[in-house]
């Protein structure tokens, strides 16, 4: 049985900071590299970074330098280090196997993101 639960999301100042947390069963984590995606009011989801078993890591480039991604292979986690957060980042961020589907793979609820004054 798949299971993701993201968490971590809040309101933050423009220029600040969150850490996301991802909790995934191993049926998956152990298998493919895992992803954040996220999805902004009126656009399609998208991915953000992805992080391999062997620790591979890509950066979508709207955030890169600003945000890392990371994996606790021992816990079956990911996170996603936010740094510099910018009005734009606003989204539900959501954590998956990559590449994923938007339809046909199994989705978690999201954590909201949403940067703001």
């Known amino acids: 049985q798949v299971q993701l639960v993201e968490s971590g999301g809040g309101l933050v100042q423009p220029g600040g900071s969150l850490r996301l947390s991802c909790a995934a069963s191993?049926?998956?984590?152990?298998?493919?590299?895992m992803g954040w995606y996220r999805q902004a009011p009126g656009k399609q989801r998208e991915l953000v970074a992805y992080i391999t078993n062997s620790g591979g890591i890509f950066y979508a480039n709207s955030v890169k330098g600003r945000f890392t991604i990371s994996r606790d292979n021992t816990k079956n986690m990911v996170y996603l280090q936010m740094n510099s957060l910018k009005p734009e980042d606003t989204a539900v961020y959501y954590c998956?196997?990559?590449?994923?589907?938007?339809?046909?793979?199994?989705w978690g609820r999201g954590t909201q993101v949403t940067v703001s004054s």
């Open positions: 998956n196997k990559y590449p994923s589907r938007d339809y046909g793979d199994y």
């Open positions: 191993a049926s998956i984590f152990n298998i493919y590299p």
